[in-house]
């Protein structure tokens, strides 16, 4: 099994910058692919942006150009820096990994707000 972490979420005003850190722990050598999720009010949970084991990104439309994935793997670690943060962007963002053996893990959270 794999433990997934968020932090670094909070409340920022439109324009502002904020960091994302997912920490993984347990069978991270069976980590293949890592992203990040993210659910508002009332919506469907939705892709943000995806990072594989050989660093290949992928983002969704909303946020390209603005947000960056990255991992670390010698920290066990996954981040996402969100610029030009705008209020539509305001959800709960989730990180999340698909392993080798196709099993999906999910962490608990963390809440970006964003003020207009």
């Known amino acids: 099994q794999v433990q997934l972490v968020e932090s670094g979420g909070g409340l920022v005003q439109a324009g502002g910058s904020l960091r994302l850190s997912c920490a993984a722990s347990?069978?991270?050598?069976?980590?293949?692919?890592m992203g990040w999720y993210r659910q508002a009010p009332g919506k469907q949970r939705e892709l943000v942006a995806t990072i594989s084991s050989g660093g290949t990104t992928n983002y969704a439309d909303s946020v390209k150009g603005r947000f960056t994935i990255s991992r670390e793997k010698a920290k066990n670690r996954m981040y996402l820096q969100m610029n030009s943060l705008k209020p539509d962007d305001t959800a709960v963002y989730y990180c999340?990994?698909?392993?080798?053996?196709?099993?999906?893990?999910w962490g608990q959270g963390t809440q970006v707000t964003v003020s207009s």
């Open positions: 999340n990994t698909k392993t080798y053996g196709d099993w999906n893990y």
């Open positions: 347990g069978s991270i050598f069976s980590m293949n692919v």
